[in-house]
Antibody
């Protein structure tokens, strides 16, 4: 059974940092690009970042570039998102997803709330 | 950035009837190298992660009922649910994966009339 399980969300003050993790199982992790997608309260889906199978290529949404860093550990079948200098507008449920022709597998998400 | 615009924003359809959702991209998402449209459709129900329905604009993902179909090319795309069932109530999104950022449409909320 395919599973993607996110963790690491929580309440953080503006300017703070969080590191999200995503543990993958049930599929060949190294065969897929991986992505982070978020959904702010009451809003639609927003692609945040993705990373190539071997970690050599990474791409970011302009509003998070320089603040967020995506990485992966293929030995641990894990995906990460280091989020620094967080802003109120980063408040959202963050999903990790495996990307083929479209986002095929999704986790259930982890909530990040940026508030003082 | 490629802007994805869905219409309508919300839609109410009777059970057993057809539902049609449109998606328009600000630039073509058709690759000349492989003649594929880099366009996907997702279904998102409350409390659940999004589910991939259609990729390459018209290829149904494994396990997706055949009442769901996708069509279109270039900049104009359509998701059709041929015979609406109660479990199809959800928000539907299109997404282009032709260029970075891989933008989503704003979503279309589908309800039962």
């Amino acid at each position: 059974e395919v599973q993607l399980v996110e963790s690491g969300g929580g309440l953080v003050q503006p300017g703070g940092s969080l590191r999200l993790s995503c543990a993958a199982s049930g599929f060949t992790f190294t065969g897929y690009w991986m992505a982070w997608v978020r959904q702010a309260p009451g809003k639609g889906l927003e692609w945040v970042a993705n990373i190539k199978q071997d970690g050599s290529d990474k791409y970011y949404l302009a509003s998070v570039k320089g603040r967020f860093a995506i990485s992966r550990d293929n030995a641990e079948n894990s995906l990460y998102l280091q989020m620094n200098t967080l802003r109120a507008e980063d408040t959202a449920v963050y999903y990790c997803a495996a990307s083929g022709a479209g986002l095929l597998y999704w986790g259930r998400g982890t909530l990040v709330t940026v508030s003082s | 950035d490629i802007v994805m615009t869905q219409s309508p924003d919300s839609l109410a359809v009777s059970l057993g009837e057809r539902a049609t959702i449109n998606c328009k991209s600000s630039q073509s998402v058709l690759s000349r190298s492989n003649n594929k449209n880099y366009l996907a459709w997702y279904q998102h129900k409350p409390g659940q992660p999004p589910k991939l329905l259609i990729y390459w604009a018209s290829t149904r993902e494994s396990g997706v009922p055949d009442r769901f179909s996708g069509s279109g090319s270039g900049t104009d795309f359509t998701l059709t649910i041929s015979t609406l069932k109660a479990e199809d109530v959800a928000v539907y999104y299109c997404q282009q994966f032709y260029s970075i950022p891989n933008t989503f449409g704003q979503g279309t909320k589908l309800e039962i009339k």
